[in-house]
């Protein structure tokens, strides 16, 4: 039987809850530009982070050194308010994904609603870019979310894989069937197109399978893995699966 790779997929690592650990308790250590170096040279494409409002886990400091020291591109995931963008300009990350939030939720719940602030997040995309920042939105794999992220203006698109994760059975294969349909949408809008939330060795393979997909970004799993079996190795393990998933029978 021959096989086919589709072009490969790039990882971008979410470092938070190496600062969620330090935070925990008050301590310097362990430091999450530390842990972004090592998850860079082993492999790691991008390194992501998200300044979160309430601050629970990156502080503004964390943010300075990361894009200072890291060898890759850095991804700063931020609110879309009048604080954070001013933040993102002074930083200059490589890329900004601009997400909702919610200060009670444990994590991010659901994707932007481009529709209802589409003005606020057409002027949040055009600072950013004015600064040479590439903009992400984060939505749900939602057709109206779609045409209003192409609206605004921003060229990149990370689709919420949250529901997919967090269903199993029928309802897991409806949630992929609409993330399949949106990725081709919006590739064809003009996107680029990624996808996060949720994503573990387990559940990775369908969603790195879809070829319209350039970029998965994954925090979590990989961080709660690197406590078991080491960061690089967490790293590598999750970069092999999306590989392998890549690979098709022809
Ligand atoms: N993508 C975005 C936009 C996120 O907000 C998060 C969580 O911070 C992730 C990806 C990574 O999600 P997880 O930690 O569940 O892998």
Excluded at 110 to 133: K, Q, W
Excluded at 202 to 207: E, G, L, S, T, W
Aim: proline share 5%.
């Amino acid at each position: 039987m021959h096989s086919a790779v589709i072009p490969p997929l790039r990882l971008g690592v979410n470092i938070d809850h190496v600062a969620t650990v330090r935070q925990a308790r008050g301590t310097a250590y362990p430091d999450p530009v530390e842990a972004g170096l090592i998850a860079a040279s082993g492999g790691a494409d991008s390194l992501t982070i998200h300044l979160r409002e309430d601050r629970r886990h990156i502080q503004d400091d964390d943010v300075v050194r990361l894009v200072a020291r890291s060898p890759v591109p850095v991804n700063l995931e931020i609110a879309v308010t009048g604080e954070m963008i001013a933040l993102a300009c002074r930083a200059r990350p490589a890329f900004a994904c601009l997400v909702p939030e919610r200060r009670e939720e444990v994590t991010t719940e659901g994707g932007l609603d481009v529709v209802r602030h589409r003005t606020a997040v057409r002027d949040a995309c055009r600072r950013l870019m004015a600064e040479g920042i590439v903009p992400a939105l984060f939505i749900d794999a939602d057709d109206d979310q779609l045409a209003a992220t192409v609206e605004v203006g921003a060229p990149q698109v990370e689709i919420h894989t949250g529901r997919y994760a967090d269903t199993g059975g029928e309802a897991q294969r409806v949630e992929l069937t609409r993330i399949r349909h949106f990725a081709r949408q919006a590739l064809t809008a003009g996107l680029e197109v990624h996808a996060g939330h949720g994503l573990h060795l387990d559940n990775v393979a369908a969603i790195a399978r879809i070829p319209e997909l350039v970029e998965l970004n994954i925090g979590h799993s990989i961080i709660a893995r690197a406590i078991l079996v080491g960061l690089p190795a967490a790293v590598a393990e999750m970069r092999r699966a999306m590989s392998e998933a890549r690979v098709i029978a022809a």
